[in-house]
């Protein structure tokens, strides 16, 4: 399988993104889509994630109520939207995906996304 994101770029503070990540491969057996990001000298941090098949999503704290992560099923691609960006949240994410009761080990090749105040 493989995963190829797009997106991401400059934007002021308050502004807003979307990053997509399309899926490749043996999809059927994805369990999760998730959303890292990693700022420059921090550690990878978990952002937000859903189950393949539908139904609940999970969203660190940092930005529940700001970011959305969403499927397009025909295009077995997974969206991140951003809104209401903060400086604090620029960092390259990544997409990865996983298997049921594993751990996400399939990811993206990361895209920048940089919030200026």
């Known amino acids: 399988g493989q995963l190829v994101q797009s997106g991401g770029g400059l934007v002021q503070a308050g502004g807003s993104l979307s990053l997509s990540c399309a899926a490749s491969?043996?999809?059927?057996?994805?369990?999760?889509m998730g959303w890292f990001r990693r700022a420059t000298g921090k550690e990878r941090e978990f952002v937000a994630e859903?189950?393949?098949?539908?139904?609940?999503?999970f969203y660190a704290d940092s930005v529940k109520g700001r970011f959305t992560i969403s499927r397009d099923n025909a295009e077995n691609t997974g969206y991140l939207q951003m809104n209401s960006l903060k400086p604090e949240d620029t960092a390259v994410y990544y997409c990865?995906?996983?298997?049921?009761?594993?751990?996400?080990?399939?990811w993206g090749q990361g895209t920048q996304v940089t919030v200026s105040s």
């Open positions: 990865a995906v996983r298997k049921a009761m594993s751990t996400y080990n399939y």
């Open positions: 859903f189950y393949w098949s539908g139904g609940s999503t």
């Open positions: 491969g043996r999809t059927v057996s994805i369990s999760n």
